[in-house]
């Protein structure tokens, strides 16, 4: 059986807390902070979003399993913490911010398990510091087994080495400098990989790694390029996910959406049945994440 690029089921946590988590803010210079007295009415107008983007992927025929977060999670709406794969395996994943850490809990891991099979939990290298933050740190082209990193305080080059070498993923390794002169704390900020197209910002991957890149990504892909302004704009943090039809989407939020151009779109349209994209304004100001950062594939 040939694998598959993109899922007809997705998850998503419904969080319990939404604020500016002052333990990502170091790395992640897309969210801005928010003051204590204003959580409850980000909390209120985040849950709102959240729920016309939920509903807007399943009125177009995508499955959703959405469980409920918990306190002391305020990131738990981007359930980035582990991977499902096509032979019902799944894979945990070592976090960076402590309170990210609390987000793998027992009732969510249970859950998954009535499905999956844990195959690797890499949770104790959070004891020694190395990060690997799954689909967020690693931007899969599943049918052919190549893995895209951008190296950052989230995404350990040398654990992304290990892991891919393991599970018999070529590693695209590159360094990135996004506005403010840092790494771009997760790769599928910057890049998504389809079934036959990769959306992908040149500009912010550094210079030495640009061809290296560009040759890999056009090997098996039409490519559309992306600006660093785009990218800002998270036009880069879309993912494909399929209906029960087997229609292809690309899944994006409004502003990643808006900020394209007319031919970015129409190369797009060739590839997909539609972008879906939903207004998530909030959650991408505080939450520094976008569209994808809130989905993960059930294989």
């Known amino acids: 059986m040939s694998a598959k690029q993109s899922s007809n089921k997705i998850f998503m946590v419904e969080p319990r807390e939404f604020y500016s ?24 107008k985040a849950l709102i979003e ?20 918990i306190e002391g999670c305020p990131d738990h709406i981007f359930p980035n913490w582990f991977t499902t794969f096509e032979d019902k395996t799944m894979q945990i994943f070592p ?38 933050e799954s689909t ?8 052919n087994r190549i893995v895209y990193a951008g190296i950052s305080p989230r995404t350990n080059a040398v654990q992304s080495i290990i892991w891919c070498r393991n599970n018999n993923f070529e590693l695209v390794l590159f360094e990135t400098e996004g506005h403010t002169g840092s790494p771009i704390y997760h790769t599928d900020v910057l890049m998504y990989v389809g079934t036959d197209i990769i959306g ?15 040759d890999k990504v056009n090997a098996h892909h039409e490519v559309v390029e992306l600006t660093s302004e785009q990218i800002q704009n998270f036009s880069g943090n879309a993912i494909e996910a399929k209906n029960e039809a087997g229609e292809l989407f690309l899944i994006i939020s409004s502003r990643g959406f808006n900020a394209l151009n007319d031919n970015q779109v129409n190369k797009l349209l060739k590839s997909y049945k ?11 100001k505080y939450g520094g994440g976008s569209a994808r950062c809130m989905l993960t594939e059930l294989f």
């Open 136 to 143: 967020s740190s690693m931007v899969f082209d599943r049918v």
């Open 274 to 284: 539609e972008i879906i994209h939903s207004d998530i304004p909030t959650i991408e």
């Open 200 to 214: 992908i910002c040149f500009d912010v991957i550094k210079e030495e790694h640009v061809d290296y890149v560009r």
């Open 50 to 69: 959240f729920h016309n983007f939920k509903n807007n992927l399943e009125k177009n025929g995508v499955e959703i399993l959405c469980l409920k977060g």
């Open 21 to 44: 988590n002052p333990q990502t803010e170091g790395s992640n210079h897309y969210q801005m902070k928010s003051a204590n007295d204003e959580k409850q009415l980000i909390l209120d």
């Open 95 to 132: 976090m960076n911010a402590e309170n990210r850490r609390k987000e793998k809990t027992p009732e969510m891991i249970n859950e998954l398990c009535e499905i999956y099979k844990i195959q690797n939990d890499y949770g104790y290298l959070e004891l020694e510091d190395i990060f690997l």
